[in-house]
């Protein structure tokens, strides 16, 4: 009975933690809230119909569909693909369907060959996009920093900031998010309004 109170309790905790963390960033499966506000209808129709299609052709092939955890983001017409796969064939033919089969501008594949994230490190994921999500709050330098223009995804304790922001707005995302404890790694995939 002992046993199972605490699974509950932690079921709860984790619960808890997961519903605080979807906040202005998400984890890659949708786009962010904040940005809804401010992207056009047009804009955000494109990007889900660019996931959709990519998705579908993820969801008819068994091996990928079975043997691999692929989360497939797309902000502003450009995919990011996280996520295990069981093989260097398996990533490759996932980011060629990418291509193939959507009209995304590029598609950036960081797959990479591992056994299937566990439910713990996809958790611990969530959290590091909540806490970079807060600790981006604060952030009014530059003054013209706009949080709908970009887009925070988590996978395997990488950062990978999307979007499209000034050189300064890319610096001062960058410098932020890169002190929080547990983060290994920041890509930076803007693309740069100047």
């Given at each position: 009975m002992?046993?199972?109170?605490r699974d509950?309790?932690v ?5 808890l933690?997961?519903g605080a963390?979807?906040g202005p960033?998400?984890?890659g499966?949708d786009?962010a809230?904040s ?5 056009s209808?047009?804009e955000r129709?494109?990007d889900?119909r660019?996931r ?6 993820l969801l008819?092939?068994?091996e990928?569909r079975?043997?691999?955890n ?7 017409g450009i995919?990011?693909l ?13 980011a ?14 960081e ?9 713990f490190?996809r958790t611990?994921d969530r959290m590091?996009v909540g806490?970079?999500a807060t600790?981006?709050?604060?952030l009014?330098?530059?003054e013209?920093?706009?949080?709908a223009?970009?887009?925070i ?10 979007g499209r922001v000034?050189r ?8 932020e998010v890169?002190?929080i ?9 803007f693309?740069?309004?100047?």
């Amino acid at each position: 009975m002992a046993a199972r109170a605490r699974d509950l309790a932690v079921t709860l905790v984790l619960g808890l933690a997961l519903g605080a963390c979807a906040g202005p960033t998400g984890n890659g499966d949708d786009n962010a809230a904040s940005a809804l506000e401010s992207r056009s209808l047009n804009e955000r129709l494109a990007d889900q119909r660019i996931r959709s299609a990519i998705m579908a052709e993820l969801l008819s092939d068994e091996e990928l569909r079975h043997e691999s955890n692929i989360s497939v983001t797309v902000f502003d017409g450009i995919v990011l693909l996280t996520g295990e796969v069981p093989d260097r064939e398996a990533g490759q033919r996932m980011a060629r369907l990418a291509r193939d089969e959507s009209d995304a501008r590029h598609v950036f594949n960081e797959l990479v060959i591992a056994q299937l994230s566990s439910v713990f490190s996809r958790t611990r994921d969530r959290m590091l996009v909540g806490r970079a999500a807060t600790r981006l709050l604060p952030l009014d330098d530059p003054e013209t920093l706009d949080r709908a223009r970009f887009h925070i995804v988590a996978e395997r304790q990488r950062l990978y900031l999307m979007g499209r922001v000034t050189r300064e707005e890319a610096e001062a995302i960058t410098e932020e998010v890169r002190r929080i404890s547990g983060v290994r790694e920041v890509v930076r995939l803007f693309e740069y309004l100047e």
